[in-house]
């Protein structure tokens, strides 16, 4: 009987709607939306759909599940503790001599460069369009202030960027809070379904003239709209671009850890 009993528990276990355990650091927090970045290993950085009330540097375990744009759904969270310094890797979207501005899967994250010299076009700096391995450290307030910038690759392929859609005429524009970015339309994209307002999560490719062009779009409102079935809608040649080309890792739920 007692057998019985333990396969009937562990069968109840494996039948259980598919949800992952994963860990990480709190690396971007947008309360309004519900929506976090965590990075969860110094390559993989997830946007988790949750309304936990985090703060950029902490440590949290989740339960979640991975939705049809790639995001996360958590449906437990749990503060393990606090880190002083992140890793990450994303794609270089913009650069001054006092700031970077990544994409990491999507998230746009900033972060403070500190006293620079005036020879920032220097052969060692990251470039637009470069991937890069950054080391920062946390503040109390939550900013990111960069140990370390190496470079991983001086192109990619391409990424990916949340925020506020603006459709334009053969293009349109993603906007988070430290920037906007342009991308082309593929010939003969229909935008069907999206507005200008829309939160979204666009999937980008980069020519070799460093020209952005529109691979995917979904919707990123909450964790709903953004495992609905028909907030996919992709761009000319209907390849899936949920592999996020920026080096920010996939958003996937198979509880890769980062302590």
Same mark, same amino acid.
């Not at 369009?129 to 080391?135: L, N």
């Not at 450290?137 to 939550?142: S, V």
């Not at 307002?197 to 691979?215: H, I, P, R, Y």
């Not at 990123?220 to 996020?244: S, V």
């Given at each position: 009987?007692? !057998?019985?009993?333990?396969?009937?528990?562990?069968?109840?276990?494996?039948?259980?709607?598919?949800?992952?355990?994963?860990?990480?650091?709190?690396?971007?927090?947008?309360? @309004?939306?519900?929506?976090?970045?965590?990075?969860?290993?110094?390559?993989?950085?997830?946007?988790?759909?949750?309304?936990?009330?985090?703060?950029?540097?902490?440590?949290? @375990?989740?339960?979640?599940?991975?939705?049809?744009?790639?995001?996360?759904?958590?449906?437990?969270?749990?503060?393990?503790?606090?880190?002083?310094?992140?890793?990450?890797? #994303?794609?270089?979207? @913009?650069?001054?001599?006092?700031?970077?501005?990544?994409?990491?899967?999507?998230?746009?994250?900033?972060?403070?460069?500190?006293?620079?010299?005036?020879?920032?076009? !220097?052969?060692?700096?990251?470039?637009?369009?470069?991937?890069?391995?950054?080391?920062?450290?946390?503040? =109390?307030?939550?900013?990111?202030?960069?140990?370390? @910038?190496?470079?991983?690759?001086?192109?990619?392929?391409? #990424?990916?960027? /949340? +925020?506020?859609?603006?459709?334009?005429?053969?293009?349109?524009?993603?906007?988070? /809070?430290?920037?906007?970015?342009?991308?082309? /339309?593929?010939?003969?994209?229909?935008?069907? +379904?999206?507005?200008?307002? =829309?939160?979204?999560?666009?999937?980008?490719?980069? #020519?070799?003239?460093?020209?952005?062009?529109?691979?995917?779009?979904?919707?990123?409102?909450?964790?709903?709209?953004?495992?609905?079935?028909?907030?996919?809608?992709?761009?000319?040649?209907?390849?899936?671009?949920?592999?996020? +080309?920026?080096?920010?890792?996939? #958003? +996937? =739920?198979?509880?890769?850890?980062?302590?």
């Amino acid at each position: 009987m007692k !057998r019985l009993i333990l396969l009937s528990v562990a069968a109840a276990a494996f039948l259980a709607p598919s949800a992952a355990l994963a860990s990480g650091v709190v690396l971007k927090v947008q309360p @309004a939306r519900h929506l976090v970045a965590v990075a969860r290993t110094p390559t993989r950085v997830a946007l988790v759909h949750t309304t936990a009330r985090l703060h950029v540097g902490q440590r949290v @375990a989740l339960t979640a599940r991975k939705l049809r744009n790639g995001t996360l759904a958590a449906s437990r969270v749990r503060v393990v503790g606090r880190a002083r310094t992140v890793k990450f890797r #994303g794609l270089v979207l @913009a650069r001054t001599t006092s700031r970077l501005v990544l994409s990491a899967n999507g998230a746009v994250i900033a972060v403070h460069r500190g006293s620079r010299s005036t020879s920032s076009a !220097r052969d060692d700096e990251p470039r637009v369009g470069s991937t890069v391995d950054v080391t920062a450290r946390i503040d =109390d307030d939550g900013d990111l202030d960069e140990d370390d @910038a190496a470079l991983f690759s001086p192109t990619a392929p391409g #990424g990916q960027i /949340e +925020g506020r859609l603006t459709i334009g005429s053969g293009t349109i524009a993603v906007t988070s /809070e430290h920037l906007s970015l342009v991308l082309k /339309e593929p010939a003969g994209v229909v935008l069907l +379904g999206f507005a200008t307002g =829309d939160e979204v999560l666009a999937t980008f490719s980069q #020519g070799t003239d460093g020209s952005l062009t529109l691979t995917a779009l979904s919707r990123d409102d909450n964790a709903q709209r953004a495992d609905d079935d028909n907030g996919d809608d992709r761009g000319g040649d209907g390849r899936d671009g949920h592999d996020g +080309g920026d080096g920010g890792g996939g #958003g +996937g =739920d198979d509880g890769g850890g980062h302590h």
